[in-house]
Structure formats: structure tokens, C-alpha cells
């Protein structure tokens, strides 16, 4: 009979190995990271890109799912993209991007449905009432009904209202008068019913676009309308909205019986050529050193005003957490923001918590560090 003794060696080494790997493993739950963070707060999301929703490029792919549990789609859930005519639908890249958020285990979020910008040309064609009424219900019932129990939240119907609250100009306004927000709404309703349904919207923390969609939602629920929460879009500045303004929005929203969630969150650091005197955006200002002051890196004294400011908002945040569904940043990295290029092309803007190599910044820290002051 062979010795066993050395099979025994071998396996209490393998053994001893193994429990000691174990040990130095660290637990995705315990990882420090945005998702977990915030885990007992609200879903913390970004905007996926298309090479981000066909996982190009792992790295970037393992970054996202440790950061983030909460997805929107950037672009491809836009009607010119999944509608692009009258009798035809493209969703190979929302399949991939629903694909995406189910494997990864993440909150999904579709964006967006009614939208004036960014049309299906076809669309933008309608003439009259009935027509659109047909476009508008082949349109959400197709899209909404296929990702049923799919797709977690939608914005239902997207910039909608003028600066001053009233309702903005556009095709679906001209076709079909205002109850085309009550049929668009009613539509998504009973295609998925288990759906949270959004409007979803920029400056509305501004007092008079503000009072316009608290009117907008009062008069959706007055219709029998279901909505279930205000989309605020945070696209911001170092120095605006104030808090007062971003609280009282979340309070006064929150008082219509519906949820609020930030979902589009990013800070400019750059000058906005409407801020100039007598400045018109449609002037040519490429190239211009004094509108893209910081080609290169951003200095530290404005990382720490972007950080102060990170800071700030996620304590209103977590003040307010048992309002607030989700916050969602409007792409992974500095590099990825369509800042870069709006309102003048060709502009390095740093308006994330990540740099161009997902390095952490100084505004990341800040916002973890809310987390773990608590602790």
C-alpha cells in the first residue's frame, strides 16, 4: 500500500493556500464604490455609450459595474434611432443595452419616449391629430411593450416646457394639443403598468419652469394620467442652481405624490457664452483660449470648487433620500461628456467625478467621504 502521507502534505498546503486567499479577498459589498456608497440611499447611475453597451473594452466594462447600479442609455432609445421610420423599428442596441443592465445586475432605465429633438424625421412630418395619435401609439406600445418587466423607469415625455413653464413648441404640441402628455403617459401606463413612469426635464429648478411642471403633473393626475416621478436633469454650474433652489424643487415635487430622481447630473466648469454681454451662442467661438480656458488639466483650485460643490449637493441628497429614486450622471468620465462639444465644439470640460483615465477626482473623494464621515 502507498504512503498517503505525502497527498495529505499536499492537499493541507492547498488547503492553507486557498483560506489564505480567501482572506485577502474583499467582498464586492465591502469594495469602496459610488453603487455601494449609496446603497441604502438611492440607485447611482450613469449614460452608457454604444461601445460602452457592447462592453468594448472590459476594463471600462468592470469599472461601470463597480461604480454604478443604475443605467440610462445615451442615445439609442432616441426615435431616430429605435423609430427611424413609420414601419420600422432597430432595436439591436437597446436589446444590447437591456442585455447589458440584466447581466450586470443593474436598475434599467429607458430614455426616452416623446421627445421633440432628435426625431424620427417621419414624425416630425405629421400633419394632424389622428395621424398622431397612431404614430404616438404604435410608437410606445411597440417599444414599452417589448421590454415589459424589462425595463425598470422610462421617461415618458422629455423637455416639454418653454423656460417661462409653458409648454414648448413642437410637433406633437401642433398635431395634437396638450393632452398629448395624457395620451403619451396613458399609453406607456398600459403597455407596462408595473413601470415607473417620468417626466423628465432641464432648468426646472428654476422658480417659473418649476411652477410649470408642478401644473404639468397636477394636470396629468387630474386626466387620470399615471406618473410616478420628475426626471431633473442636472446639468449645472459651479455656482447654480443654488441649494435652496434644488431643495425646494425636490420638496415641492415630492409634494405632488411622486418620486424625484437627478438624471442627468454634471457640472461645467467652463464659461457659457450666454453669461457674456450682448454674447450669441451662434457666434463662432472654436478655438477661442478665453471660452476653453483649460485645455490641458484643470487648475486645483478649480477641482477643489467642483469638489465643494459635488459635496453640497450629495448632502441635500442624502437629507432627502426618502425622496429621491436615483441619481444618475450623464456619462462615465470626463472624456465621454457631451460638455466637450455643447454649447462650442472642441472644449475640455471636467464636469464628472471621474478624469479621462477614470482616475478618481477630488469631487469623487468628496462625495465618498459624505459615506464615510457616518461611519
Partial sequence: MKSTKPFLLLLTTIL???????IHEKPE??????????KNDFYIGTALDTNQIKESDPTVTAFISKEFNSISPENCMKSMFIHPEKNKFDFNMADKYVAYGERHHMFIHGHTLIWHSQLAPWMAQIKDSTTMADAMTKHI?????????????????????NEDGTLRKSVFLDTYGKDYLTLAFKLAAKADPKADLYYNDYSICVPAKRNGVIALVKNLQK???????????????????????????????????????FTELDITVLPNPWDLKGADVNQNFEGSEMMNPYPKMLPEAIQTQLAQRYSAIFKLFLKHQDKISRVTFWGANDGQ?????????????????????FK??????????????KK
Fill in 16 to 22: 492553507l493556500v486557498s483560506s489564505c486567499n480567501k
Fill in 29 to 38: 459589498a465591502n469594495v469602496s464604490s459610488l453603487k455601494n456608497a449609496f
Fill in 141 to 161: 406600445s411597440t417599444i414599452v411593450g417589448k421590454y415589459k418587466g424589462r425595463i425598470n423607469s422610462w421617461d415618458v415625455v422629455n423637455e416639454a416646457l
Fill in 223 to 261: 386626466n387620470g394620467a399615471k406618473i410616478d416621478g420628475i426626471g431633473i436633469q442636472g446639468h449645472w454650474k459651479l455656482d447654480s442652481p443654488s441649494i435652496e433652489e434644488i431643495e425646494k424643487s425636490i420638496l415641492d415635487y415630492s409634494a405632488l405624490g411622486v418620486k424625484v430622481a
Fill in 337 to 357: 461628456s457631451w460638455l466637450n462639444d455643447w454649447p462650442i465644439k472642441g472644449r475640455t470640460n471636467y464636469p464628472l467625478l471621474f478624469d479621462r483615465e
Fill in 360 to 373: 478618481h477626482k477630488k469631487a469623487y473623494n468628496s462625495v465618498i467621504g459624505l459615506k464615510e464621515e
